[in-house]
């Protein structure tokens, strides 16, 4: 046992973790940022707005992560020379971030829009009424509601984005899958407890996520 | 109620059947008509599945080991094991030996048994064919190097070489990603095993790509076998013999053709480990 506490004291496990959590908070904020966007064109009254919305949200929610991140560092980056930072690694970070954002997006368009569809439609009627258009009856009355009443599947959606975060490894970041192989590749003898350690890790990162967004969604539901 | 009683015997019944093929599932394994084999699908040269063939080095060797162990062609059953899975693998029994660049390291020896070793290779670096300038670790300084996440190789390069962050290392989840990248560009040399790197280099067959030849670590590959097993001495006499009788020659030559690559000479065909009582 305490064998395996001097391999884990070898490691830097919590340095690994961190990354993760820098990959989780800056993809959720773009993420969160272009699925708002998104969510705005599919209930928008332009017809190409809403096709052009859906069409992405079908496009990236059916394509798996994985795809999407090895296009990011065998595609966007040799070939199309994207790139985000003069230093080397730090590149792979933001283009972990880009493909982590862009798949995202498409789940927090749909967990806002179904908060929308919790908003009953006199609301809209009553500020259309009122003489307000689209955007600022989005913005005044339609949003705010509908982010009250999303709080849960947007949870939900950040919890899968924190897990995903995983997928980072793919693309050469640093994280604590990588990590993780490393300590099973020199460590032979402790496989089981190295898993677990980190299986143990993402428990204790998710589970106040998910305790937050279940007190906020029943704090701030709209009561009707 | 009768009814209910009737379901609920048939259901034991049934559950009983499928409990009883799980017990000899497992017994078959041991049985002695067929020897499972974990080996790399994905590494040519060593451990790589074409289809339905399996080819390489490594299967090379577990084939002749096989036929001296007294199995036929038709009773192994390759299995992939991939690095992160050997040791669990051999531990629950789902393999009988494991021929997949396995390194003999003393973490591994402490839960499985190895024999062998059957090849001795060594940390070295892939570059483009018209590449002068990397001779070796040192000369990387400013250059970018692929290797796979969370190997080794990876590991010594970034702690033992990368000292002032001057080398721009790239993971990637398997070769082939690195050598797409090499021959993109982005990257100036792969670093892994000797050998491994030969395999691709033969794969590309252009001969676009050269092994640089000044390996930096001894990596001892053994046959990784369960732990207690019986089958060590009998595997070591297997490896003698296809020292002595050319076969592992040949073996490493079909591997690496056209590469022009030599193992190193001092310590191959290696020295065997005697077995644990």
């Known amino acids: 046992m305490s064998d395996f506490l001097d391999v884990l004291t070898n490691y830097d496990i919590l340095g690994a973790y961190w990354v993760n959590i820098q990959l989780a908070f800056f993809s959720a904020v773009f993420a969160l940022l272009l699925g708002l966007v998104l969510a705005m064109m599919r209930i928008s009254p332009v017809p190409s707005l809403r096709g052009f919305g859906a069409s992405y949200v079908n496009l990236m929610r059916n394509t798996p992560l994985t795809v999407i991140v090895v296009f990011a560092i065998l595609v966007l980056w040799p070939i199309f020379n994207v790139s985000f930072s003069d230093n080397f690694n730090q590149n792979f ?45 989005a913005r005044l009355v339609i949003m705010p509601q509908a982010f009250r009443g999303a709080i849960a599947p947007l949870g939900n959606t950040l919890i899968a984005l924190i897990k995903n975060t995983t997928v980072a490894a793919a693309a050469s970041v640093a994280e604590v899958s990588i990590l993780m192989r490393e300590m099973i590749e020199s460590n032979g003898n402790y496989v089981i407890p190295i898993f677990l350690t980190i299986a143990v890790g993402f428990v204790i990162l998710v589970i106040p996520v998910g305790m937050l967004t279940t007190y906020l969604s029943q704090k701030l539901a709209v009561s009707r | 109620m009768r009814t209910t009683r009737h379901t609920l015997m048939a259901c034991a019944a049934v559950s009983a059947l499928f409990l009883a093929g799980c017990s000899s599932d497992e017994s078959t394994t041991q049985d002695s008509d067929s020897l499972t084999i974990g080996i790399k699908f994905d590494q040519p040269g060593l451990g790589f599945k074409d289809g339905e063939t399996y080819t390489g080095f490594d299967v090379d060797v577990a084939k002749y080991v096989a036929d001296k162990l007294g199995y036929t062609e038709d009773q192994i059953e390759f299995v992939e094991a991939i690095s992160a899975n050997r040791e669990t693998m051999l531990e629950g029994d789902q393999v009988d030996m494991i021929f997949a660049t396995y390194s003999i390291t003393e973490e591994r020896d402490q839960v499985v048994d190895f024999a062998g070793p059957y090849f001795v290779a060594g940390q070295d670096l892939l570059v483009r064919a018209d590449d002068m300038d990397i001779t070796g670790p040192e000369s990387l300084s400013g250059k970018n190097l692929c290797s796979v996440s969370g190997s080794t190789s990876a590991q010594r390069v970034k702690d033992t070489y990368d000292t002032g962050s001057e080398i721009n290392l790239v993971e990637q989840p398997g070769y082939s990603e690195c050598l797409s990248l090499l021959t993109g560009g982005q990257v100036d040399a792969v670093t892994t095993d000797d050998i491994i790197l030969a395999g691709l280099a033969a794969e590309e067959g252009s001969g676009a790509m050269k092994v ?49 690559f030599v193992p190193n000479a001092d310590l191959n065909p290696p020295t065997l480990v005697e077995c644990a009582a």
Not at chain 1, 108 to 126: K, L, Y
Not at chain 2, 254 to 259: I, N, R
């Open chain 1, 93 to 137: 970070f933001w283009l972990a971030v880009l493909s982590l954002s862009l798949y995202h997006a498409s789940f927090f368009c749909e967990a806002i829009r179904s908060g929308v569809n919790t908003v009953p439609v006199g609301q809209a009627e009553a500020a259309r009424a009122i003489g307000l258009s689209f955007l600022p009856a």
């Open chain 2, 212 to 260: 640089v030849g000044n390996p930096f670590s001894e990596e001892r590959y053994g046959v990784g076998i369960p732990e207690g097993s019986d089958q060590c001495t009998a595997i070591n006499e297997a490896l003698t013999e296809m020292f002595d009788d050319g076969s592992w020659q040949e073996a490493i030559d079909a591997a690496t053709d056209g590469t022009g």
